[in-house]
């Protein structure tokens, strides 16, 4: 049966135009959204729905172009602007101040005051505690933002939007980091939100999700809008089609060649407070995933594998020999390279240019006599890489972050390969990346695979860690909790392992 959508637009975007530096991120596009309802906005990265989304939330103003709220038109001058018209955004980049409290960050600019217009800390945590129920979050508001693993900063994020009770909010890629219990209690939530009369546009590359929430979705595609149609009306092969404009087929691929001889191990290894007595090993040529709830350990497990973090106790073996890693560069000396979770953060320098990212990890390669650089040399790494890559660049020297975010993820893929790794550890490496760039990554995993690299597949999507690995370990509370042969592995055992839930699984040793 239809899903009923108020028949007056609550919110009207007309022939919006904008652009960046000769380059139209929007071309005279129409979007309009109906009180009660989730509309989806799906399309590459680079299509123009973050642009539209800053837009409608006061961050950026149209070059032409109409905004109408309740039929009258509105201009935004600023995000606050926006906010006064009751419109919240959730941004896929945190927009939190690591060196206050979650409650702080919550109620931002809006907390409760007393006498002189001092704040009342007793009903701001008691605040904070009611909307932390919202996800079974159990934990002092007063908690500083900084020391919350990203997806729990991600779930605070989410929550300052809600708490500001708007009546239309926008969610910019809002499951990037959760694990899937706190996106099912998200998904709860958001419909519990449209049946108060809430309107929500709601941007995601995981299209199962637009088929779980949305009434209606639009596809953009080089800043066009390509078509606006309801959600029962259309498949996910269909959604693709219209986003990419061409057929993927075979998203994860396949193992090209049979698993070699192990080439890395890891015994009872602990580091206290983020995991104890893991033990693992990976095979040349072998894709093993780790999957579990957040604050598992699993990027942890990762960051000390590459030395950014130390182990309190444990062996690392590399190609049989037993192997010493105190920091990031003994790891990169051996042949172990990461792929951070959080790209801009941990990964790329990203204000500085696609040729210097490129070879970074590398540079030795490029060193001549007397510690000279060679320019030419460098340059032509970083071209071949862009071609290797499929990095869409006007440039070598193009200033990383004025790219997209597919295209990012990218150049941080080259960049680890420049290393010619032994054992890559992929920690989220599809994160916040449309479906065509997830389909150019993964067959480049697989080509490393297919050279003898091990890869270490950390993530939280489940159809990706169940569509490339050979084996997954799931982890739970720091633990390995089990392993599954890739026939055995589904999302539900998988969940039912990190949750905790039914029998333990035996682990299959190597």
């Given at each position: 049966?239809?899903?009923?959508?108020t028949?007056?637009?609550l919110?009207?975007a007309?022939?919006?135009?904008?652009?960046?530096?000769?380059?139209?991120?929007?071309d005279?596009?129409?979007?309009d959204?109906?009180?009660?309802?989730v509309h989806a906005?799906?399309?590459?990265?680079g299509?123009?729905?973050?642009?539209?989304?800053?837009?409608?939330?006061?961050?950026?103003?149209?070059?032409?172009?109409?905004?109408?709220?309740d039929?009258?038109?509105?201009?935004?001058?600023?995000p606050?602007?926006?906010?006064?018209h009751?419109?919240g955004?959730?941004f896929?980049?945190?927009?939190?101040?690591d060196?206050?409290?979650?409650?702080?960050?919550?109620?931002?600019?809006?907390?409760p005051?007393?006498f002189?217009?001092?704040?009342d800390?007793?009903?701001?945590?008691d605040?904070?505690?009611?909307?932390l129920r919202?996800?079974?979050?159990?934990?002092?508001?007063?908690?500083?933002?900084?020391?919350?693993?990203?997806?729990?900063?991600?779930?605070?994020?989410?929550?300052?939007?809600i708490?500001g009770?708007?009546?239309?909010?926008?969610f910019?890629?809002?499951?990037?980091?959760?694990?899937?219990?706190?996106?099912?209690?998200?998904?709860?939530n958001?419909?519990r939100?449209?049946?108060?009369?809430?309107?929500?546009?709601?941007i995601?590359?995981?299209?199962?999700?637009?088929f779980?929430?949305?009434?209606?979705v639009?596809?953009?595609r080089?800043?066009?809008?390509?078509?606006?149609?309801?959600?029962?009306?259309?498949?996910?092969?269909?959604l693709v089609?219209k986003?990419v404009g061409?057929?993927?087929v075979?998203?994860?691929?396949s193992?090209?060649?049979e698993?070699?001889?192990?080439?890395?191990?890891?015994?009872?290894?602990?580091?206290?407070?983020?995991?104890?007595d893991v033990?693992?090993s990976?095979?040349?040529?072998?894709i093993?995933?780790?999957?579990?709830?957040?604050?598992?350990?699993?990027?942890?497990l990762?960051?000390?594998?590459?030395?950014?973090?130390?182990?309190?106790?444990?062996?690392v073996?590399l190609?049989?020999?037993?192997l010493?890693?105190?920091s990031?560069?003994?790891?990169?000396?051996?042949?172990?390279?990461?792929?951070?979770?959080?790209?801009?953060g941990?990964?790329?320098?990203?204000?500085?240019?696609v040729r210097?990212?490129?070879?970074?990890?590398?540079l030795g390669?490029f060193?001549g006599r007397?510690g000279?650089?060679?320019d030419?040399?460098?340059?032509?790494?970083?071209?071949?890489?862009?071609?290797?890559f499929?990095?869409v660049?006007p440039s070598?020297?193009?200033?990383?972050?004025?790219l997209s975010g597919?295209?990012?993820?990218k150049?941080?893929?080259a960049?680890?390969?420049?290393?010619r790794?032994r054992?890559?550890i992929a920690?989220?490496p599809t994160?916040g990346v449309?479906?065509?760039?997830k389909?150019?990554?993964?067959?480049?995993?697989?080509?490393?695979a297919?050279d003898?690299?091990?890869?270490?597949l950390i993530?939280?999507?489940?159809p990706?860690?169940l569509?490339?690995?050979?084996?997954?370990?799931?982890?739970r509370?720091?633990?390995?909790?089990?392993e599954?042969?890739?026939?055995?592995?589904?999302?539900?055992?998988?969940?039912?392992?990190a949750?905790g839930?039914?029998?333990?699984?035996?682990?299959?040793h190597d």
């Amino acid at each position: 049966m239809p899903r009923s959508i108020t028949p007056q637009p609550l919110l009207e975007a007309r022939e919006i135009v904008k652009t960046f530096a000769g380059v139209r991120a929007l071309d005279r596009v129409s979007f309009d959204l109906a009180g009660g309802e989730v509309h989806a906005l799906v399309g590459e990265n680079g299509a123009g729905k973050s642009t539209l989304m800053h837009i409608l939330g006061g961050v950026y103003a149209p070059d032409s172009g109409r905004i109408l709220l309740d039929g009258a038109e509105v201009r935004f001058a600023d995000p606050h602007a926006a906010a006064r018209h009751g419109i919240g955004v959730v941004f896929q980049e945190l927009s939190l101040s690591d060196n206050l409290s979650i409650a702080e960050n919550v109620f931002a600019n809006r907390q409760p005051v007393r006498f002189a217009d001092l704040i009342d800390w007793r009903e701001l945590h008691d605040r904070t505690r009611d909307i932390l129920r919202l996800f079974d979050w159990d934990i002092d508001p007063a908690t500083p933002v900084g020391d919350l693993a990203t997806a729990k900063q991600q779930v605070v994020e989410i929550l300052k939007a809600i708490a500001g009770k708007p009546r239309l909010l926008i969610f910019d890629e809002p499951t990037s980091s959760l694990a899937a219990l706190h996106t099912r209690m998200l998904f709860d939530n958001i419909r519990r939100l449209k049946q108060t009369g809430l309107s929500v546009i709601y941007i995601s590359h995981h299209l199962s999700e637009v088929f779980q929430l949305a009434d209606r979705v639009s596809v953009l595609r080089d800043g066009r809008l390509v078509d606006t149609c309801r959600v029962e009306d259309v498949t996910e092969d269909d959604l693709v089609r219209k986003m990419v404009g061409r057929e993927l087929v075979d998203m994860y691929g396949s193992r090209a060649v049979e698993i070699g001889d192990q080439c890395f191990r890891i015994e009872n290894a602990s580091c206290e407070g983020r995991f104890q007595d893991v033990s693992l090993s990976v095979r040349k040529g072998e894709i093993v995933g780790v999957a579990g709830l957040a604050g598992a350990g699993r990027t942890e497990l990762g960051r000390a594998i590459f030395g950014a973090e130390p182990l309190d106790s444990g062996r690392v073996f590399l190609g049989g020999k037993a192997l010493t890693v105190r920091s990031p560069e003994d790891a990169i000396a051996s042949g172990i390279a990461y792929l951070a979770e959080d790209r801009k953060g941990d990964g790329l320098f990203v204000d500085m240019s696609v040729r210097e990212n490129c070879v970074a990890p590398s540079l030795g390669r490029f060193a001549g006599r007397f510690g000279m650089m060679d320019d030419a040399a460098i340059t032509q790494s970083a071209r071949d890489a862009i071609d290797r890559f499929g990095i869409v660049t006007p440039s070598a020297s193009q200033q990383v972050a004025l790219l997209s975010g597919g295209n990012q993820q990218k150049v941080l893929l080259a960049m680890w390969t420049g290393i010619r790794p032994r054992l890559l550890i992929a920690d989220e490496p599809t994160r916040g990346v449309d479906v065509g760039a997830k389909s150019e990554i993964y067959a480049q995993l697989r080509k490393l695979a297919a050279d003898g690299v091990g890869i270490l597949l950390i993530s939280s999507d489940l159809p990706e860690i169940l569509g490339l690995s050979d084996r997954v370990l799931v982890m739970r509370s720091g633990r390995l909790a089990g392993e599954f042969a890739r026939g055995q592995a589904t999302e539900e055992t998988i969940i039912a392992c990190a949750a905790g839930i039914g029998a333990a699984v035996e682990r299959q040793h190597d």
